[in-house]
């Protein structure tokens, strides 16, 4: 059976026969047609998931690890909006979301009905492209352009770069009433390729800029992993006048570049800066994480700054963008690389050079630190399971991360599109749902206190583990200069409390582990990456003190560059 209305049940024909399989579930009442025409497709996975703003960050979680467009959908008023910061992490993180959301008719909005609010185009700044379904098909044109709009709404997650559209679906009453079949034939329009490329003029002065450039820095920022572009990028940087930058969340670890940004960039002086300042800076991939880097070469600006991106070609982060290159980076990179002449010089050497003394540093100043959240980050990336997916809360978590030289094949993500402690939990949980790996999030104890409805959730995988830095507060407010100069630091900024997770936990029937100590973490990882009775995930909560965080890691940064 599917809803009677023909415009829902075309779109989920047409979401079928384009691949798609997956949709998450709000409850509600004005959605019926939708959840009747997909829940009982049988090509569809319909999942339920009670809050809308955790539905859409478990969505987002798992359109992230397959690739796939995910759709969600959700009854209309208050419900729309709480898929707004999982929409706004999707389009800033190119993941592609088919958000549906259920509607009253228009000559009812603004007229005291229930449960409405002015929903049309309601995700205005931070969606591809909004829509409206027209709910009935009553003549062939009614019919060509619901399949026009389906098409178009769908190939828009997945082209020319992924992200999420919106389609605002107002349905009039009766919504509950079904039909066995429509009788329509609904028709695939597949996407023209883009295929953007730099004319051969254009592209013989990126060449040449190149060839005479003596220190080329590349910089990559948050992407998938990607084999064949690593493996240009090996060529690319087998240069001594070619240095990479990278973060865990670039997945690029190539073995060609400093992966470390902060504890290299960090200990530049002032009379270095010609060293490892580039005249060439080469970006590409999505949002960076070092806010040093960014201070660095803002301040110190190269002659030249191309960024390569498909879409975001004119992003300038480094405020000294010259050129924009609308290019996938890979193709930028096959075709760079048969042109360029390899060149001598010491801007490479002087980089990794300086990233091995940090690393030498870093070894030491570990080896006798105190308890702390640094210790502990070291504690767990040694001890976490080969070929993990490695999800980092906002906050510290992804910036302590930082400081390790990424390791044993993880996959790293972090929601770094708009850097929300609103949703790491629920996105980690729908990559578990997906991908099959040991996939662990760990997240500060605000982020998870924030996200504990992703507990509310009967699709939580035994492979999901949670680890909570319990710091009592926002930790970062006492490391970043600013907040410890005020009077507000500990109610206002790190908004300080005494809770846990021990209760939570035990609510949903989730595993839970706490450690206070380094002795007691190393016992307890190996228990809480067992598997747990009836293949439920796990909660491990580490308390750290927040009086000594801060200060450790900033000995940590003013022993690099002693
Ligand atoms: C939705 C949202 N609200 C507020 C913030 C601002 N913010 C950034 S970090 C942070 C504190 C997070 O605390 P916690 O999760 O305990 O991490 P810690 O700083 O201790 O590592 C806050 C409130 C944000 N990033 N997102
Ligand atoms: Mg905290």
């Given at each position: 059976?599917?809803?009677?209305?023909?415009?829902?049940?075309?779109?989920?024909?047409?979401?079928?026969?384009?691949?798609?399989?997956?949709?998450?579930?709000?409850?509600?009442?004005?959605?019926?047609?939708?959840?009747?025409?997909?829940?009982?497709?049988?090509?569809?996975?319909?999942?339920?998931?009670?809050?809308?703003?955790?539905?859409?960050?478990f969505?987002?979680?798992?359109?992230?690890?397959?690739?796939?467009?995910?759709?969600?959908?959700?009854?209309?008023?208050?419900?729309?909006?709480?898929?707004?910061?999982?929409?706004?992490?999707?389009?800033?993180?190119?993941?592609?979301?088919l958000?549906?959301?259920?509607?009253?008719?228009?000559?009812?909005?603004?007229?005291?009905?229930?449960?409405?609010?002015?929903?049309?185009n309601?995700?205005?700044?931070?969606?591809?492209?909004s829509?409206?379904?027209?709910?009935?098909?009553?003549?062939?044109?009614?019919?060509?352009?619901?399949?026009?709009?389906?098409?178009?709404?769908?190939?828009?997650?997945?082209?020319?770069?992924?992200?999420?559209?919106?389609?605002?679906?107002?349905?009039?009453?009766?919504?509950?009433?079904?039909?066995?079949?429509?009788?329509?034939?609904?028709?695939?329009?597949?996407?023209?390729?883009?295929?953007?490329?730099?004319?051969?003029?254009?592209?013989?002065i990126?060449?040449?800029?190149?060839?005479?450039?003596?220190?080329?820095?590349?910089?990559?920022?948050?992407?998938?992993?990607?084999?064949?572009?690593?493996?240009?990028?090996?060529?690319?940087t087998?240069?001594?006048?070619?240095?990479?930058?990278?973060?865990?969340?670039?997945?690029?670890?190539?073995?060609?570049?400093?992966?470390?940004?902060d504890?290299?960039v960090?200990?530049?002086?002032?009379?270095?800066?010609?060293?490892?300042?580039?005249?060439?800076?080469?970006?590409?991939?999505?949002?960076?994480?070092?806010?040093?880097?960014?201070?660095?070469?803002?301040?110190?600006?190269?002659?030249?700054?191309?960024?390569?991106?498909?879409?975001?070609?004119?992003?300038?982060?480094y405020?000294?963008?010259?050129?924009?290159?609308?290019?996938?980076?890979?193709?930028?990179?096959?075709?760079?690389?048969?042109?360029?002449?390899?060149?001598?010089?010491?801007?490479?050497?002087?980089?990794?050079?300086?990233?091995?003394?940090?690393?030498?540093?870093?070894?030491?100043?570990?080896?006798?630190?105190?308890?702390?959240?640094?210790?502990?980050?070291?504690?767990?990336?040694?001890?976490?399971?080969?070929?993990?997916?490695?999800?980092?809360?906002n906050?510290?978590?992804?910036?302590?991360?930082?400081?390790?030289?990424?390791?044993?094949?993880?996959?790293?993500?972090s929601?770094?599109?708009?850097?929300?402690?609103?949703?790491?939990?629920?996105t980690?949980?729908?990559?578990?749902?997906?991908?099959h790996?040991?996939?662990?999030?760990?997240?500060?104890?605000?982020?998870?206190?924030?996200?504990?409805?992703?507990?509310?959730?009967?699709?939580?995988?035994?492979?999901?583990?949670?680890?909570?830095i319990?710091?009592?507060?926002?930790?970062?407010?006492?490391?970043?200069?600013?907040?410890?100069?005020?009077g507000?630091?500990?109610?206002?900024?790190?908004?300080?409390?005494?809770?846990?997770?021990?209760?939570?936990?035990?609510?949903?029937?989730?595993p839970?582990?706490?450690?206070?100590?380094?002795?007691?973490?190393?016992?307890?990882?190996?228990?809480?990456?067992?598997?747990?009775?009836?293949?439920?995930?796990?909660?491990?909560?580490?308390?750290?003190?927040?009086?000594?965080?801060?200060?450790?890691?900033r000995?940590?940064?003013?022993?690099?560059k002693?």
């Amino acid at each position: 059976m599917t809803s009677d209305k023909a415009g829902i049940a075309l779109l989920a024909e047409i979401f079928v026969k384009k691949g798609m399989e997956h949709i998450v579930i709000s409850p509600g009442s004005r959605n019926a047609p939708v959840i009747l025409s997909f829940a009982q497709h049988p090509q569809i996975k319909a999942l339920s998931i009670i809050d809308e703003r955790s539905a859409a960050f478990f969505a987002l979680g798992m359109a992230q690890q397959s690739k796939q467009t995910v759709a969600i959908t959700c009854t209309s008023g208050s419900a729309a909006l709480n898929y707004a910061p999982a929409i706004a992490e999707a389009y800033y993180q190119k993941i592609p979301l088919l958000v549906l959301t259920a509607d009253r008719p228009q000559e009812l909005i603004d007229q005291g009905d229930g449960q409405t609010i002015r929903q049309q185009n309601v995700y205005a700044n931070y969606i591809k492209k909004s829509f409206e379904l027209p709910e009935n098909i009553d003549s062939e044109k009614d019919f060509e352009n619901a399949v026009q709009i389906i098409n178009e709404a769908i190939n828009l997650t997945q082209y020319p770069v992924a992200g999420p559209v919106h389609i605002n679906m107002p349905f009039t009453e009766p919504i509950y009433e079904q039909v066995a079949v429509h009788d329509f034939k609904p028709k695939v329009i597949n996407p023209e390729p883009l295929n953007k490329k730099p004319g051969k003029e254009e592209f013989q002065i990126f060449v040449k800029t190149w060839n005479k450039s003596s220190k080329k820095l590349l910089i990559a920022g948050m992407m998938d992993y990607q084999p064949d572009l690593q493996k240009v990028l090996k060529e690319i940087t087998n240069d001594e006048t070619v240095m990479m930058l990278s973060e865990t969340t670039s997945n690029t670890n190539g073995g060609c570049s400093c992966n470390c940004i902060d504890k290299t960039v960090s200990t530049i002086s002032e009379n270095e800066i010609d060293d490892f300042c580039p005249d060439l800076l080469v970006t590409f991939g999505g949002h960076v994480i070092s806010k040093m880097v960014k201070a660095f070469l803002r301040k110190n600006k190269p002659a030249a700054h191309w960024h390569i991106d498909l879409e975001n070609y004119k992003m300038n982060t480094y405020q000294c963008l010259t050129n924009g290159i609308q290019m996938s980076p890979l193709n930028f990179f096959e075709e760079l690389l048969p042109t360029i002449k390899k060149a001598k010089g010491t801007f490479k050497e002087d980089w990794q050079n300086r990233s091995i003394r940090s690393e030498e540093r870093h070894t030491i100043f570990l080896s006798d630190c105190e308890y702390s959240d640094l210790k502990v980050f070291e504690t767990l990336l040694e001890n976490l399971p080969e070929e993990s997916n490695l999800h980092l809360g906002n906050s510290t978590p992804v910036r302590y991360v930082q400081l390790f030289i990424p390791g044993r094949k993880f996959i790293y993500n972090s929601n770094r599109g708009v850097s929300g402690i609103d949703g790491t939990v629920s996105t980690a949980a729908g990559a578990a749902f997906v991908n099959h790996k040991p996939t662990t999030i760990i997240t500060g104890d605000l982020g998870f206190l924030y996200d504990s409805n992703a507990l509310m959730n009967h699709h939580l995988k035994e492979n999901l583990r949670i680890i909570i830095i319990n710091n009592a507060g926002g930790g970062i407010f006492r490391f970043i200069p600013g907040p410890d100069k005020t009077g507000e630091l500990e109610e206002f900024f790190e908004a300080k409390h005494t809770w846990n997770a021990k209760y939570i936990a035990k609510n949903f029937d989730v595993p839970y582990y706490s450690c206070r100590d380094l002795d007691e973490l190393k016992k307890t990882l190996p228990l809480f990456y067992k598997q747990m009775p009836n293949n439920r995930p796990a909660i491990l909560e580490v308390f750290t003190p927040n009086d000594k965080n801060a200060e450790i890691l900033r000995s940590y940064f003013i022993y690099l560059k002693d």
